[in-house]
């Protein structure tokens, strides 16, 4: 007799209903919605999937076997060279002093640029009515793009001539007209990469640190006022502390942000595909684009590449130990 029939046997004497113990059960097989629904996922995904891996995994990887091969001209693969690419790179010192003015300009451009973001996000987040009109005033720049923005900046703002913009702003104050993109003694041109990179990213970061004030408890605010703290003391207990996590991140978005100029100095100072050559300032994206584009140099230029992008790299880490960017706030 087997223990099914035994249980059911026990079960009708006792009164109860008969409960039949079932098997392991058996793995469930995909039918045919499930299918369905695979095709049409690789469908869809399959596309987006191909062309990420060749238009960008392939391409790095063969950029990366171009520094190391000697590729004048050509974009084959064939006369290896090793390191040499990377040695003559660094040995240059074009290459050298465009490190040295990147890494002047984001010095410069970093802390100006945030604060007067975190400026205007202190401003518009004090507003109560309008706010959203005033936000997005000031992040429409954002929208346009840098190469329309230094055309702008170049031939209607600081042209040089008298009739320019700032010329004829300077002349109301009895100054005379100024060639703004060539005058290095004082280098002047600065005044204008510095303004053209505020007015198109000011907007954006001020978006970002306005989301992290208002993500602060207004509860906080009321129990440091029941407490007396008000104006520059509220700011430097409450509100910058409880900021940390938006400021770092936004610190690091311009970091990166600042290390990749390439439109404005190119557009600003290029008069042809090979004309930034005696641009007052160069920097290291400008410098590849020439050496590659302007000298067929690919394996040169693609060596570079790789150099800028470990520098980014490492400037990165080193930002995120220094400030303990994805460990939690306090």
Request: glycine share 10%.
């Amino acid at each position: 007799m087997s223990a099914t029939s035994d249980t059911i046997r026990r079960s009708r004497r006792a009164g109860r209903p008969a409960v039949v113990p079932r098997g392991p059960a058996r793995p469930r097989r995909p039918g045919r919605a499930d299918r369905r629904a695979w095709g049409a996922f690789a469908l869809l995904v399959g596309p987006m999937l191909i062309g990420l891996g060749i238009f960008k995994y392939v391409a790095i990887g063969w950029s990366f076997l171009l520094s190391l091969s000697d590729a004048h001209g050509t974009i084959a693969l064939g006369h290896w060279v090793g390191l040499d690419n990377y040695r003559q790179l660094l040995a240059d010192p074009a290459f050298r002093s465009s490190l040295v003015q990147i890494v002047l300009f984001t010095l410069a451009i970093v802390p100006v640029t945030f604060a007067v973001s975190l400026g205007l996000a202190l401003l518009v987040h004090r507003v109560r009515r309008g706010r959203a009109v005033v936000r997005t005033a000031f992040l429409i720049p954002t929208a346009v793009s840098y190469v329309a923005a230094s055309l702008l900046w170049k031939m209607c703002l600081f042209n040089g001539l008298p009739a320019g913009v700032a010329n004829t702003v300077g002349g109301w104050f009895g100054t005379a007209a100024v060639p703004w993109l060539q005058t290095t003694d004082p280098p002047l041109y600065w005044i204008v990469l510095v303004s053209l990179r505020l007015w198109l990213q000011v907007g954006f970061y001020m978006v970002l640190l306005l989301a992290g004030l208002q993500a602060i408890p207004r509860d906080v605010y009321e129990a440091a006022a029941l407490d007396g703290a008000t104006g520059w003391r509220l700011l430097r207990r409450i509100t910058l502390p409880l900021l940390r996590n938006t400021s770092v991140a936004v610190l690091m978005l311009q970091f990166i942000a600042a290390f990749q100029a390439f439109d404005e100095f190119y557009n600003l100072f290029n008069s042809g595909l090979s004309g930034t050559g005696t641009a007052p300032v160069q920097t290291p994206l400008v410098y590849l684009y020439n050496t590659a584009m302007g000298a067929q140099n690919y394996g040169l230029g693609s060596a570079g590449a790789f150099v800028l992008t470990a520098l980014i790299v490492g400037v990165t880490l080193v930002q995120g130990r220094m400030t303990g960017f994805g460990k939690g706030g306090e």
